[in-house]
Antibody
C-alpha cells in the first residue's frame, strides 16, 4: 500500500522560500512508471497542478507555466522522497499543498497511458504566507 | 492551457436520487479525463479514470462517460457518504488542470 507523508513549515514570510517534502512508502521515487506531483488548493484558485518529477532513464521535471520561474521539484533517492521549493512567495501562495503519485494504465488496445491519474495523495499541508 | 468547466457548481439531492455532473474541456482531450471526490479536510480521492473506468473499490453506483470535450459523472442512487465535492481533471497534456468543483449537498 502506497503512503505519502508530508512535512514542512506551515508559515512562510512574504518573499521567502516555501519548502515541503513528501516521504514515500510502498513505492520508489525512482520508479520508471510513476511520477511525483505537487498540487495546491485554495478557495480563490481551486485545485492547481504545480509540477512533477519522474525518472525515465534520467530525471525529468515538468512545471506549470505560471510558476516556472519560481518552482523546483526534486527527488532525493537516499530518503525516498521528493520536495517542493517555491521562491519569492506572496500571500497569493497561501493554500493547502498536496503531494500525489501519478500512475499509468494499459488501455484496451494495450497502449500504456503514462501520467494517467493521481491515485495516491498526501494528507495536505496548509501553508500560510504572512508576515 | 486546457480549461475545464463543471456544471452545476452545486446541487442539492435526496438520498436515492440520481445525480449527474457535467465537465467540459476547452479543447478535445479524447478520454483523458478523471473524476475525484473530496470530503472536507481530506485529499481528493480518485473515482473514475480514462473517462469511464472505475478505480478499484469504487461503488458501482458511480459511472463516467464521454469523450472529446464533453463528460459526465453519474451517481445512480446517491448515498449519505456521497455528499462531497467532485472534480474533473484532464490528463491529456500539461499543465494538468481541474474543474472548479461541484458540491453535492443534502436536500
Amino acid at each position: 500500500q502506497v503512503q505519502l507523508h508530508q512535512s514542512g513549515r506551515g508559515l512562510v514570510r512574504p518573499s521567502q522560500t516555501l519548502s515541503l517534502s513528501c516521504d514515500i512508502s510502498g513505492d520508489s521515487v525512482s520508479s520508471n512508471t510513476a511520477a511525483w506531483n505537487w498540487i495546491r488548493q485554495s478557495p480563490s484558485r481551486g485545485l492547481e497542478w504545480l509540477g512533477r518529477t519522474y525518472f525515465r532513464s534520467k530525471w525529468q521535471s515538468d512545471y506549470a507555466d505560471f510558476l516556472k520561474t519560481r518552482v523546483s521539484i526534486n527527488a532525493d533517492t537516499s530518503k525516498n522522497q521528493f520536495s517542493l521549493q517555491l521562491k519569492s512567495v506572496t500571500p497569493e501562495d497561501t493554500a493547502i499543498y498536496f503531494c500525489a503519485r501519478d500512475s499509468p494504465f494499459v488501455d484496451p488496445t494495450d497502449f500504456v497511458v503514462e501520467f494517467a491519474f493521481f491515485d495516491y495523495w498526501g494528507p495536505g499541508t496548509l501553508v500560510t504566507v504572512s508576515s | 492551457d486546457i480549461q475545464m468547466t463543471q456544471s452545476p457548481s452545486s446541487l442539492s439531492a435526496s438520498v436515492g436520487d440520481r445525480v449527474t455532473i457535467t465537465c467540459r474541456a476547452s479543447q478535445t482531450i479524447d478520454t483523458y479525463l478523471n473524476w475525484y471526490q473530496q470530503t472536507p479536510g481530506k485529499a481528493p480521492k480518485l473515482l473514475i479514470y480514462s473517462s469511464s473506468i472505475s478505480q478499484s473499490g469504487v461503488p458501482p453506483r458511480f459511472s463516467g462517460s464521454g469523450s472529446g470535450t464533453h463528460f459526465t459523472l453519474t451517481i445512480t442512487s446517491v448515498q449519505p457518504e456521497d455528499f462531497a465535492t467532485y472534480y474533473c481533471q484532464q490528463s491529456s497534456r500539461p499543465p494538468l488542470t481541474f474543474g472548479q468543483g461541484t458540491r453535492v449537498e443534502i436536500k
